[in-house]
């Protein structure tokens, strides 16, 4: 070839740079959530969406867009006054309430710990797979 190196060989020097993994080597991965967990409370605003949301679909049974109801919400709940935001701040904070019992509740059982009953993680199904599977194995290894 004249004039030395071709592309391909350029790009080929480039590409055997090595990179360094991430801290730690892994991804770190998210806790499990627990299902049992409560689920905290809707703000003032989202408790207004609940009952906005009816009477815009009401009025605007055609209107498909979730962005359309959600900016008319925030549009409105902007121009209410204080008096009139109050009625769903009270509901708000009675759900905050009710969410902060809740929580104490769950916290308790989980100060004492996991039941006996449920030593595993696992269902029950997915521990007789197993056992299903090491059994056929030993079958095998029989004949």
Do not use: C, I
Not at 94 to 123: C, I, L, T, V
């Amino acid at each position: 070839m004249k004039g030395g190196k071709s592309r391909s060989d350029a790009r080929n020097t480039t590409l055997a740079v090595n990179k360094k993994p991430a801290k730690g080597g892994r991804k770190a991965r998210k806790a499990a959530k627990d299902p049992n967990k409560p689920k905290r409370p809707a703000s003032a605003f989202f408790v207004f969406m609940e009952e906005f949301r009816g009477q815009y679909k009401k009025e605007h049974p055609k209107n498909k867009s979730v962005a359309a109801v959600g900016k008319a919400g925030g549009d409105k709940w902007k121009s209410l006054s204080e008096a009139e935001k109050a009625p769903f701040v009270a509901k708000a904070e009675k759900r905050k309430a009710e969410y902060e019992k809740k929580m104490k509740a769950y916290n308790m059982g989980q100060a004492e710990g996991p039941k006996d009953e449920d030593e595993s993680e696992k269902s029950v199904s997915e521990v007789n797979d197993e056992e299903d599977e090491e059994g056929s194995g030993e079958e095998d290894d029989d004949e």
